[in-house]
């Protein structure tokens, strides 16, 4: 999952559906552009600190990013628009998590608010970032 997002100060979200998963990372980028178009960005050894809490009963069927200002959703498939689908539907429901909205009036928000770049379009999968400002979340 090669995503700019994935950096200092952000939390990620991944769910666990294995008992004794096993977590991997790797793959530093100093930077990399949106789409990651031929897989390659500027890559290098990196020291990282990294610290992983497990939070039992929370459903995340896909990755997700938060920090401060921002929470965003990751879909990553083939074809691209199924890649979308996926982290528009992930957003919504979050969307939905956060502020008790009705599913129409969900989607009607993230439709309205909604950044979507194109974070990776390389063998094996597209992937496609879904953000939306939460100081834009209906109270």
Known sequence: MDCPEVRAGNTVYLGVRVPGAL???GD????????????????GAMNVELTVDLIKRRATPWPRIENADWMMSVG???PLEDAARI???????WVREKTGLSEMDAYQFV??????????MVDPQYTVLVKIEKSRLPR
């Open 76 to 78: 990553a498939s083939r």
């Open 28 to 43: 530093g980028h100093f930077a990399m552009g949106d789409g990651e178009i031929i897989g390659t960005a500027i890559e």
């Open 87 to 93: 982290a528009f539907k992930d957003m919504v429901a």
């Open 23 to 25: 977590l991997s990372f």
């Open 111 to 120: 439709s309205q608010n909604a950044r979507a770049p194109i974070v990776e």
